[in-house]
């Protein structure tokens, strides 16, 4: 019976061994080390898992910079200078970017724009836009239940009780977060150096608009036209007025057009 039981031992201790010895060269072949980049990369970026990038966190966006799959100027949030130590760190040269920030386009309040009817349901745009298109009497404008505010890491973004939110540009880092909450599409980004730009994204004309809202653009070109501004600073596209940010070097130039807008749908910075 005792030399059973060491014989029993011996097996299940030899094949301890044995297995033990098998894990160990796995463990050694089949390791992967760590990019020691990985770790330069998340040290220089923010930490706050925003999301902004386009990757659920700081740590997968370092990941993916040190596999090459995403550029060093996704950190949108971290602007230059995290910018400049990424592109250190990854060897690499990058063109200087001009920061943007977030632009809300859209006037119509509860005052200037009338409702369509009582909403009752989840306080948010997205769920009120689902129930025939919204309560806004605009087909096209802010319905105020504060998606951006939500979405919004740095608590740039205040909803007023006249129903729109503010962009707090002392806050805002452009990530674009509440550009992609907005079911209406009707914040943007926009380069710091703009100092001016549209308060509106109705297509509308004339009647239509006038029949919902106060202050919406109603197509009349009037700022479009050369007499007012000149060299095509401001061309028409589907019924708004587009700027041509890239071409304005002063940015007076615009100054008749705002002006001169019946509806004061220009909005100075």
């Given at each position: 019976?005792g030399?059973?039981?060491?014989?029993s031992l011996?097996?299940?201790g030899?094949?301890?061994?044995i297995?033990?010895i098998?894990?160990?060269?796995?463990?050694?072949?089949?390791?992967?080390?760590?990019d020691?980049?990985?770790?330069?990369?998340?040290?220089?970026?923010?930490?706050?898992n925003?999301g902004?990038?386009?990757f659920?966190?700081c740590?997968v966006?370092?990941?993916k910079?040190?596999?090459g799959?995403?550029?060093?100027?996704?950190c949108?949030?971290?602007?230059?200078d995290?910018?400049?130590?990424?592109?250190a760190?990854?060897?690499?040269?990058?063109?200087?970017?001009?920061?943007?920030?977030?632009?809300?386009?859209?006037?119509?309040?509860?005052?200037?724009c009338?409702k369509?009817f009582r909403?009752?349901?989840?306080?948010?745009?997205?769920?009120?836009?689902?129930i025939d298109g919204?309560?806004?009497?605009?087909?096209y404008?802010?319905l105020?239940?504060?998606?951006?505010?939500?979405v919004?890491p740095?608590?740039?973004i205040?909803l007023y009780d006249?129903?729109?939110?503010v962009?707090?540009?002392?806050?805002?880092?452009g990530?674009?977060?509440?550009v992609?909450?907005?079911?209406?599409?009707?914040i943007?980004?926009i380069?710091?150096?703009?100092?001016?730009?549209?308060?509106?994204?109705?297509?509308?004309?004339?009647?239509a608009?006038?029949?919902v809202?106060s202050i919406?653009?109603?197509?009349?070109?009037?700022c479009?036209s050369?007499k007012?501004?000149?060299?095509?600073?401001?061309?028409?596209?589907?019924?708004?007025?587009v700027?041509?940010?890239?071409?304005?070097?002063?940015?007076?130039?615009?100054d008749?057009?705002?002006?001169?807008?019946?509806?004061?749908?220009?909005?100075p910075?």
């Open positions: 019976m030399n059973q039981l060491l014989v011996s097996t299940m030899g094949l301890g061994l297995l033990s098998g894990l160990a060269i796995a463990n050694k072949k089949l390791n992967v080390e760590e020691p980049r990985i770790k330069e990369i998340v040290s220089v970026l923010p930490g706050i925003c902004a990038c386009g659920p966190s740590q966006y370092a990941e910079v040190a596999q799959k995403a550029g060093v100027d996704c949108v949030v971290g602007g230059e995290v910018l400049s130590k990424l592109a760190i990854m060897k690499v040269q990058v063109e200087d970017k001009e920061s943007r920030v977030a632009a809300v386009c859209c006037q119509g309040d509860n005052r200037e009338k369509r909403y009752q349901g989840v306080l948010t745009c997205r769920a009120a836009n689902m919204g309560d806004k009497a605009c087909v404008g802010c105020g239940y504060g998606d951006c505010v939500r919004c740095f608590a740039a205040e006249n129903g729109l939110p962009v707090n540009e002392q806050r805002c880092t990530c674009g977060l509440c992609e909450a907005c079911p209406r599409n009707i943007s980004l380069p710091m150096s703009q100092k001016v730009y549209l308060g509106c994204v109705s297509r509308d004309k004339l009647k608009v006038k029949e809202c919406g653009c109603f197509a009349c070109t009037l479009a050369p007012v501004t000149p060299d095509a600073l401001i061309v028409m596209q589907d019924n708004l007025p700027i041509n940010v890239k071409d304005i070097k002063d940015w007076k130039v615009l008749q057009a705002v002006d001169r807008c019946p509806a004061k749908c220009y909005v910075r």
